[in-house]
């Protein structure tokens, strides 16, 4: 690839942006951005079934949500994971959804059974990466997994008797994605070593590295039949390269924030990427001309995927709702004050106030009908016993444990940290160091929790 070539289709999709961008200021239209809530939590990934009928979000609520399209209704919630819920993967024939999270597992569900309201669904799980999950990728037979591990493997799972088959190890550093090739026989990944590597699925070998970025490659697809390698990156890169290096490499827009998300329309070829400042770019693959940029939300886009027919995007980050925008002419920007985010209020705080949006709220709310969020409601907290509300499902850990909350506790959990007061709890590892701010947060809690009730 020669450098200048480079620098010129670079030019060329900027001033296309730039075109674009002008135009959509006069013929600007009020388009509806529509919400759809069902987590209590951020939300971190994306997943659309291949025929196009179901939605999957993962969420940092330890569950996963199934969709119906095209109205986008709540189908299924689907719980087990232990920590946050990073991706989700349907298989080719739409039968199996597989998730992974920060739990460094795998679950197998069948859609059959979620979609069967008297059942609860019993996914398998897969054992054996020693870090989270981020990405996960059938083959195109549908015969093997790939999950991508911040534990610098690639693990491949034969999807029959869901067993692991093998490790993929080489990446110097987290593994962010990986796709298998059309004939399956072979596997791209990338990560945060900066490399683009390709594998032998067969024998495990790594056969070459096709990049090397320079930085963390955080988001990839690989379209065969168009010739294209396209990738995010954290430097802000959006570039798309030909796999068979017949063509020079395309740098989408030239400065910006960490790529966090990408998606290819298969049908149409549009790639749509997503960043850490919710800026939202969609190309077209073919001519490198930019299609939509705008910005869709103050906070990251984590995860984003063109609807079936393209007039439609669907995208998550901070909030706990996934958002549709219609593709019509000149999207506008997003208009979205931090104001209006949950888990990020913006008025003044009071010290303890601001320990709890900051480091609580997020998995819990103070209010016992909100039942959505990762960790059980603290209503009522002071003098209840450890792991005592009905409906939530406790790990073993915080069922069992003889604790009752109260100041002097909940102190101890957090200067001490859950794994050492309620050791093998799935409650995260962390702690608050400054004794005045632990002060704060209970004296807070305290008011904000209620008076003691069994819930
Ligand atoms: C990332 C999610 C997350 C964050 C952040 C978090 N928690 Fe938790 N918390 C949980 C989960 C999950 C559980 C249940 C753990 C289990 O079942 O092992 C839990 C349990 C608890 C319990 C025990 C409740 C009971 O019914 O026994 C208390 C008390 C608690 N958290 C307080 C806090 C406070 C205070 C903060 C902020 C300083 C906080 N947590 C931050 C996820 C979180």
Not at 105 to 111: E, K, N, P, S, Y
Not at 170 to 182: A, C, E, I, K
Not at 318 to 330: K, M, N, W
């Amino acid at each position: 690839m020669s450098t200048a070539a480079t620098h010129r289709h670079a030019k060329r999709a900027v001033l296309r942006g730039t075109l674009v961008a002008a135009w959509m200021v006069i013929v600007a239209h009020a388009h509806a951005f529509e919400q759809h809530t069902a987590h209590g939590g951020p939300i971190k990934g994306l997943a659309l079934s291949p025929d196009g009928r179901w939605l999957v979000s993962t969420s940092f609520d330890y569950t996963a949500v199934l969709w119906s399209l095209p109205a986008l209704d709540e189908r299924r919630r689907l719980v087990g994971h232990e920590a946050a819920v990073n991706a989700a993967a349907f298989s080719p024939d739409g039968q199996l959804l597989a998730t992974a999270g920060d739990d460094a597992r795998i679950r197998i569900w069948r859609l059959a059974e979620l979609l069967d309201d008297r059942r609860e669904p019993e996914p398998r799980v897969l054992d054996g990466h020693t870090a989270k999950v981020v990405h996960l990728a059938f083959s195109p037979d549908g015969m093997t997994l790939a999950s991508s591990s911040w534990d610098h493997r690639i693990g491949l799972w034969s999807v029959p008797d869901l067993r692991l088959r093998t490790f993929l190890v080489g990446h110097d550093g987290p593994v962010n994605v990986s796709q298998f090739s059309d004939d399956g026989a072979s596997l791209y990944s990338a990560g945060a070593d900066g490399h683009i590597r390709l594998w032998s699925v067969i024998d495990g070998r790594q056969l070459t590295s096709l990049t090397n970025h320079g930085w963390g490659i955080t988001v990839m697809a690989v379209d065969e039949a168009r010739d294209l390698l396209v990738y995010g990156a954290s430097d802000g890169a959006m570039r798309s390269r030909s796999l068979s290096g017949t063509r020079p490499a395309v740098d989408y827009v030239v400065e910006g924030k960490p790529v966090l998300a990408l998606n290819e329309d298969r049908a149409t070829g549009q790639l749509a990427f997503g960043s850490s400042d919710g800026r939202v770019v969609i190309v077209d693959s073919a001519t490198a001309g930019i299609v939509h940029d705008f910005h869709a939300t103050s906070g990251p886009v984590w995860a984003l995927t063109q609807l079936p027919g393209a007039a439609s995007l669907v995208f998550a980050g901070l909030d706990d709702h996934i958002t549709r925008i219609p593709l019509g002419d000149g999207v506008q920007d997003a208009d979205d004050p931090a104001s209006a985010r949950r888990f990020h209020p913006v008025r003044k705080l009071s010290n303890g106030e601001r320990q709890f949006a900051r480091k609580c709220s997020i998995c819990h709310s103070l209010d016992s009908s909100d039942r959505r969020r990762a960790g059980p409601s603290l209503r009522g907290i002071f003098g209840r016993r450890a792991g005592s509300i009905d409906d939530y499902p406790y790990s073993p850990a915080l069922a069992h444990a003889d604790v009752v909350w109260d100041e002097q506790t909940i102190d101890a959990l957090f200067r001490d940290g859950p794994q050492v007061v309620t050791p093998g709890s799935k409650m995260p590892l962390q702690r608050i160091t400054d004794s005045r701010d632990r002060h704060d947060l209970i004296e807070f809690l305290k008011t904000a929790t209620g008076t003691p009730t069994t819930n």
